[in-house]
């Protein structure tokens, strides 16, 4: 047991299921014995009213009956419970009880008993006074001075002092500024009452101000107000303590000084009674109830403040003294003596648990055994040390990283595609100009094996892609439960797909609140984005992948794009796109290759990708794990090129756009300006043409707006086809340099970072980054490359030179034998040229001017690339400007 616990003398449950806050505890010799010995009062919500006398035989008995000296219900909840001279012609102590809605004193008295029943106690009702208000709390005191009894104020819902001599109804006042009620005191040396307001103030109003000010009643009056002979109600002080109070207790005791406390949410005031701080003290944790006590040093007070952490500290002023763990979280705490016990702690929580305990320390009884002596045998130690090393070792190895409970998913995500497409087109909004807009549906189901509490599903894929619903929200799920939700994916922009694959997470929570989260991925059939259609025998970009087997049919391979009438006679197959765009691909009858030829080169990852796969499945239902597919032929960096340069040049445009916007909206405010200046003169002035300049301005503002728009739009459109034909080059150089997975992986990180791209973090910085980072690392030729550090800060160069001389650099280090890899241990390449694609380029030649053999790239000095029958290029700034002012010109 721990010596900081608090000793525990009694204590007792109260009820079942009830609640007490901060004014349902009082102690105080309510009976009048005149023993001096205090008893417990207490009250809860649920109206029961209790009255406790402790005596423990010895501390930490149980709750003996007799301790029980009256229980009632009231029928209503008790607010709060006070004892004081409440009853004229008296001096006797009285209990007050504040309802919601009523006040009501009684007498509590008791009468001995003659058998073993022992003695009787009860309440009688002195009197009561129902309020037109709902009561907040009360406070009790010799108000204005007088001796030998005590007044009552309760301070209501909405800010009103209500005043209560005894057993008639002085006045009430309503408190200024008021917003929410706060914690209420009565401090009799300054015949003042002291609250803290919603504005976080401590605020401090005089009994004799509250007496002399307009009567509450007249307040919502304004012509009677007008007239009324009262003052104003005014503050005596006010102290901005920065947080809300939890409660306010007012100390003296000497007649010379009182202090005010009040105790914040994370501070703890001593204050004067002109408000003036006489100290604070800052608490490092969160506070719930105290009490301020007489202390044996003079000049001093010392405090019980219980915190959320179970913990009661005793300070004397701002000094720890003590801290001693409770049972409980405590909502208020008082000091009372019983019998020949003084200072005893009294604490009540909010769902009833009453004790009283005392501060101390309980020796220690334990007495640790003797060790029986004996010599070390260290060779069995280091033994047996060695097999317990071996026992970790094999451990760690085969541990895995969830535990066995969680080897089995709790919940797991499916996601099933229809194999056809819906017969009625499920599209909504789509923007393709075909005339009819397929639709495929995706059967999602969740299967639960535990409660998942606020589930939710999001399915996402990527634009030009779009699905019917993307949000789907349910009930809690219950364990061995499934939920299926049926939706469309279908073709919204007018633009091929880089992916067809989208992704569903299910997002959820424990019981115990741990949030989750499960996933999967779904493909979706090409012929959503495009249909058959006859072949093609001439193309702009054709590419040739080898294979280990001989052709396949397409009638096999493809059975959803091919008449099964043609037989094995099938060679050629052509695809065409929604967008407009046809594909073919043709099968080598004496050769074991595939053409796929387009005259778009983006059209051509799709079609390709889809070959590859279904080639892969077809072998591997055969059980011939040896297939495998090459490409031999040259990569196409100078069309790929052309669609980097495409992307670029719009992301000028777009930049230029914004330049133009921000200065006609300057302009256009400058003319409102005017305008407005010119309308508000006194003296009519004439417009000077000010009125057409701004309609112009304003013409110009829509154009530059419209132009701005649609070239946002064929930007979207350009991104698509550039990350189209980045996934088309990703999977030529690994075909061409027969890549490992991670090195695929690897590949797509650096040509692919980004799922959209922006102005402030565009395609073109990210992917330069990433490839001067490999050509300084794993594809470097010295260590002299390797010591040259890269920029820190992405931001949009002024052209594509660097991109595309990197990216033919990064070729050229793959060609001579480089391999891909995070470390910068394979910086020292063998020079063996690999067959095919990119040959070996001199680096000294690369700067004035390369040649890629197969190809009709040549690059410039600075890395521009220029077709051999093309007109030479113009500026790109130039042409963004004359682009801009045509279209200005046609709109406005």
Known sequence: MSLFKARDWWSTILGEKEEFDQGCLCVADVDNSGSGQDKVIVGSYNGYLRIFNPHPVKPGDEVQPEDLLLEVQLREPILQVEVGKFVSGTEGLHLAVLHCRKLCVYAVSGTQGNVEHGNQYQIKLMYEHNLQRTACNMTYGPFGGVKGRDLICIQSMDGMLMLFEQESY????????????????????????????????????????????????????????????????????????????????????????????VLGERNFFCLKDNGQIRFMKKLDYSPSCFIPYCSVREGTINTLIANHNKILNVYQDITLKWATQLPCIP?????????????????????????????????????????????????????????????????????????????????????EVSPDLDEESQAIDSEVKAGAVPSVTVKITIQSRVTAQKPCLAVCVQAPLAVTCDQFV????????????????????????????????????????????????????????????????????????????????????????????????????????????????????????????????????????????????????????????????????????????????????????????????????????????????????????????????FREVIALADAAEENQANMFQAFAKLKSATHLVIMLISLWQKLSTDQIALLEATFLPLAEDTQELGWEETV??????????????????????????????????????????????????????????????????????????????????????GSTAVFASLGQTTKQKSKPEKPLGAEVSRSVASEISKKV
């Open 170 to 261: 002085a006045f009430g006042r309503f408190l200024p500024g008021f917003l929410l009620p706060g914690p209420l005191a009565y401090s009799s040396r300054t015949d003042s009452f002291i609250t803290v307001s919603s504005c976080q103030q401590v605020e401090s109003y005089k009994y004799q101000v509250l007496a002399f000010a307009t009567d509450a009643d007249e307040r919502h009056d304004t012509e009677q107000r007008k007239l009324s002979s009262g003052k104003r109600l005014v503050v005596d002080w006010v102290l901005n303590i920065g947080e809300q109070a939890l409660d306010i207790c007012i100390v003296s005791f000497n007649q010379g000084v009182s202090s005010v406390f």
């Open 768 to 853: 330069d980054a990433a490839v001067s980072y490999l050509l300084r690392t794993c594809l470097s030729k010295s260590s002299k490359e390797q010591a040259l550090t890269l920029s820190s800060q992405l931001s949009m160069p002024k052209d594509t030179s660097r991109l595309k001389k990197n990216i033919t650099l990064f070729c050229d280090r793959l060609a001579k034998g480089g391999r891909l890899s995070l470390s910068t241990d394979s910086a020292t390449q063998p020079a063996a040229v690999m067959p095919g694609g990119c040959a070996t380029i001199p680096e000294s030649d690369l700067e004035e001017r390369t040649i890629i053999p």
């Open 474 to 697: 349910f009930d809690d799920l219950e364990p061995d439960t499934s939920e299926t939700v049926v939706l469309s994916v279908f073709l919204k922009e007018n633009c091929s797909p880089p992916e067809l694959e989208g992704t569903c997470m299910f997002s959820y929570n424990k019981p115990t609140g741990i949030p989750r989260v499960s996933q999967c991925s779904f493909s979706l059939p090409l012929k959503l984005v495009c249909f058959p259609a006859q072949p093609s025998k001439a193309a702009n970009h054709k590419l040739t992948i080898d294979t280990n087997k001989p052709p396949i049919s397409f009638v096999t391979i493809f059975p959803d794009f091919v008449d099964p009438s043609e037989g094995d006679q099938a060679n050629a197959l052509g695809f065409q796109f929604l967008t407009g765009s046809k594909t073919t691909l043709l099968a080598s009858k004496t050769s074991q290759r595939y053409r796929i030829q387009s005259d778009q080169l983006e059209d051509l990852w799709l079609v390709t990708k889809e070959l590859i796969h279904r080639l892969q499945e077809h072998f591997k239902k055969q059980n011939c794990k040896d297939f495998a597919c090459t490409f031999s032929g040259s990569i196409p960096l100078q069309e790929y090129f052309e669609l980097i340069d495409r992307h670029f040049e719009l992301r000028l445009n777009a930049e230029k756009y914004q330049e133009l916007l921000s200065e006609r909206a300057v302009q256009f405010r400058a003319i409102e300006r005017r305008l407005l200046t010119r309308f508000k003169d006194k003296t009519p002035a004439p417009l000077q043409h000010l009125d057409t300049l701004l309609e112009g301005t």
């Open 331 to 415: 909502v208020s705490v008082k000091v009372a003596n019983f019998q020949d016990l003084k200072g005893v702690i009294v604490t009540l929580s909010d769902d009833g648990h009453l004790q009283c305990s005392y501060l101390g320390t309980d020796p220690s009884l334990f007495q640790a055994p003797k060790v029986d002596s004996r010599e070390i045998n260290y060779e069995e130690m280091n033994a047996e040390m060695k097999e317990l090393q071996k026992i970790i070792r094999e451990a760690t190895k085969t541990q895995d990283i969830l535990p066995e409970s969680e080897k089995q998913r709790d919940v797991t995500v499916t996601a």
